[in-house]
């Protein structure tokens, strides 16, 4: 079983920058894919990054490709650093593990565990 916390979400102004933190507990969490979701008011929750167990994979949705870099230390925490804000990145950002793919998905169905969210809000 493994349980995930995100941090680290917050108002700020567009243009800048914020760290979301995503802690899992958990032995296993580290041989997960790991991703960050977002869901926007009267929005369907959408994919935003992806990295692989290993760290040596990444994806993006096109939107935030050059804006936002997810990353994982070797323990059992993955990062997602947002620069460059936009009001359109206003949303709840959600962590999630996948335990059984190698391959990074992008359906929030191939997730297995789910953070309970965290608030990016961007003002213009």
Not at 25 to 39: D, E, L, M, N, P
Not at 70 to 76: L, M
Request: aromatic share 12%.
């Amino acid at each position: 079983q493994v349980t995930l916390v995100e941090s680290g979400g917050g108002l700020v102004q567009a243009g800048g920058s914020l760290r979301l933190s995503c802690e899992a507990s958990g032995r296993t969490f580290s041989t997960y894919v790991t991703a960050w979701f977002r869901q926007a008011p009267g929005k369907e929750r959408e994919f935003v990054a992806g990295i692989s167990w290993g760290g040596g994979r990444t994806s993006y949705t096109d939107s935030v490709k050059g804006r936002f870099t997810i990353s994982r230390d070797n323990g059992k925490t993955v990062y997602l650093q947002i620069n460059s804000l936009k009001p359109e990145d206003t949303a709840v950002y959600y962590c999630a593990a996948d335990r059984f793919s190698t391959s990074i998905r992008v359906t929030t169905n191939a997730y297995d565990y789910w953070g309970q969210g965290t608030q990016v809000t961007v003002a213009s």
